[in-house]
C-alpha cells in the first residue's frame, strides 16, 4: 500500500502543476487582493468582500503618458495585480507603453502570459522570436488601431518608427506577467556573470563582454 505521505506528496505535485499552467481560475465573482495580508498564497487573499466598493475596479493609472526621456526612449506603465488588486485572480493585466520618436521596447518576454497591443497613436514595427531550433522572426508595422500578439514566453519588441509620439494599450494574459529583458538579464545580472562565460557564450571577446556589461 502507498504510504499516506506519499499520496499527499503526489497530489500537492499535481496541484502545483495544474496552478502552474496558467493563472488560476476564481471561485468567486471576485477576489480584491489584500496586498498587506501576510498568508502566502499563489496570488493574493481576497479582501472582505463586504468592504469591495467600485473603486476596487476602478484605475486612473493608464491616462497619463510616461517619461521617455531614458536611453531607450520608452516607458512602460505597468498595471497588474500589484497596482489593480481588483485583478488578482483574473487572469489578465493591463500596460500602457510610450515611445518617444525611434524609441524601443529592446527585447523582453513575459514568463506567466501572452499580450496583445493595440496601437493607440503613431506607427510601429514590432516583431517576435519563435523558439529553437527554428529562431523565427516574425516582424510586421503597426499603424494606429492595429493589433498584434506576442505569444506567451517568446522574445519580443517593438519600435517607434516616426518622428512623432507613439502609444500602444498591451493586454496580458496573467495577473502578474513578470518580464525578463534579455540586455539587462544576460548583461546586468545581479551579480555579473563572468566575462568568461559570456565571451563564449557569445563567441566574442572579453572585452565585448566587459563594453556591454558596462551599459547595463
Ligand atoms: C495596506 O496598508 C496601507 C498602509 O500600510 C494602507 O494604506 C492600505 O489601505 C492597506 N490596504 C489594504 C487592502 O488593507
Ligand atoms: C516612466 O514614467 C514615470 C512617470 O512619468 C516615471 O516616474 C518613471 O521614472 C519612468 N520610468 C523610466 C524607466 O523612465
Ligand atoms: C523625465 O525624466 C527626465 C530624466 O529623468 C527628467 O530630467 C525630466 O524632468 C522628466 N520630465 C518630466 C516631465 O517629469
Redesign the pocket.
Given at each position: 500500500m502507498t504510504p499516506p505521505f506519499l499520496l499527499v506528496g503526489l497530489l500537492l505535485a499535481t496541484r502545483l502543476l495544474i496552478v502552474m499552467a496558467s493563472d488560476p481560475s476564481p471561485l468567486q465573482d471576485f477576489c480584491v487582493a489584500d496586498l498587506n495580508s501576510t498568508v502566502r498564497v499563489n496570488g493574493y487573499p481576497c479582501k472582505d468582500p463586504r468592504t469591495v466598493t467600485a473603486d476596487d475596479f476602478f484605475s486612473e493609472r493608464l491616462r497619463?503618458?510616461?517619461?521617455?526621456?531614458?536611453a531607450f526612449g520608452f516607458?512602460?506603465?505597468m498595471l497588474n495585480v500589484n497596482q489593480f488588486p481588483g485583478l488578482n485572480t483574473l487572469g489578465i493585466s493591463l500596460a500602457r507603453v510610450?515611445y518617444a520618436p525611434w524609441g524601443l521596447n529592446p527585447p523582453h518576454y513575459h514568463p506567466r502570459a501572452t499580450e496583445v497591443i493595440t496601437v493607440m497613436e503613431g506607427s510601429l514595427q514590432v516583431g517576435f522570436i519563435t523558439s529553437n531550433p527554428d529562431n523565427k522572426f516574425f516582424t510586421k508595422r503597426l499603424e494606429k488601431g492595429d493589433v498584434f500578439i506576442f505569444p506567451r514566453t517568446l522574445i519580443h519588441f517593438q519600435q517607434n518608427v516616426g518622428n512623432c509620439y507613439a502609444a500602444v494599450l498591451s493586454s496580458l494574459s496573467s495577473q502578474n506577467p513578470g518580464a525578463v529583458t534579455i540586455g539587462r538579464a544576460i548583461f546586468g545580472s545581479n551579480p555579473d556573470i563572468p566575462d568568461y562565460i559570456l565571451a563564449k557564450a557569445f563567441q566574442v571577446d572579453k572585452q565585448v563582454i566587459d563594453e556591454l556589461q558596462s551599459h547595463f
Open positions: 497619463n503618458i510616461g517619461n521617455t526621456t531614458n516607458n512602460v506603465t510610450d
